[in-house]
């Protein structure tokens, strides 16, 4: 039998990382914003993924 090689992948960032501050009460959407998630307010499942 022959082995598979994997494919090296090489991650190479454009932009630094970026800071964001945010207390306790804000912290969910922001996270939903810098993630692209919405979820309605009172909803507990999954959110829609926003489409750029």
Same mark, same amino acid.
């Given at each position: 039998?022959s082995?598979?090689?994997?494919?090296?992948?090489?991650?190479?960032?454009?932009?630094?990382?970026? =800071?964001?501050?945010?207390? =306790?009460?804000?912290?969910?959407?922001?996270?939903?914003?810098?993630?692209?998630?919405?979820?309605?307010? /009172?909803?507990?499942?999954? /959110?829609?993924?926003?489409? =750029?």
């Open positions: 039998m082995q598979r090689t994997l494919p090296i992948i090489h991650v190479v960032e454009e932009q630094a990382p970026t =800071i964001v501050y945010a207390d =306790i009460a804000n912290f969910r959407s922001v996270v939903q914003n810098l993630t692209g998630w919405s979820v309605s307010s /009172g909803d507990t499942s999954r /959110g829609q993924r926003k489409t =750029i």
